[in-house]
């Protein structure tokens, strides 16, 4: 039987930063990662956009598994919310650590401020709060584009930006 992907607001997963270069597909399902050490960046799902991806956010916090959820949500972002697919956590590549209880994504995420772009051909327009407005190409360049993040390629992101290189 095939495990649901599923993702709910508020959970908190654990993405390792040392997993970059395995595929995306690959299961972690028999791996603990308990003999890790700080290798770890955190994010927070936000919203389930269907067909769209997860909305999530990034933490710019670099920890162990064993990091409390004061001290993730209490981190800044990394970078600007993006999309991600479930895979990660179907896989078992990423691992959730916490659960927000009663988490508000509009008080805990400022869910109203996040913007990204969307577009189509040469047209583009501005997500914001569940509301698209047509903008321009150079102001389209201004925000995150909106797109489904794969697990490599995400964890590649994080590491760029945070130590400025990618492994392979």
């Known amino acids: 039987m095939r495990q649901s992907s599923k ?80 895979m990660a956590i179907t896989t078992k590549r990423w691992r959730k650590v916490h659960v927000q209880e009663n988490y508000d994504k509009e008080r805990d995420s400022n869910y109203s401020d996040i913007k990204i772009v969307l577009q189509d051909g040469d047209d583009y327009s501005l997500w914001q709060n569940g509301k698209e407005t047509e903008i321009s190409e150079t102001e389209a360049k201004n925000y995150e584009r909106w797109q489904i993040w794969m697990p490599s390629q995400l964890e590649k992101r994080i590491i760029k930006e945070l130590f400025g290189e990618v492994t392979s």
Do not use: H, M, W
Request: charged letters at 30%.
């Open 7 to 86: 993702l709910e607001e508020g959970e908190i997963y654990a993405i390792p930063l040392f997993l970059s270069d395995e595929k995306s597909t690959k299961s972690f399902a028999r791996n603990k990662f308990t003999d890790r050490g700080k290798e770890f960046v955190f994010c927070r799902i936000i919203e389930d956009r269907r067909g769209s991806g997860y909305l999530t956010e990034i933490f710019d916090l670099v920890g162990d598994l064993n990091e409390s959820l004061e001290k993730i949500i209490s981190s800044n972002r990394l970078f600007q919310p993006i999309a991600i697919t479930g």
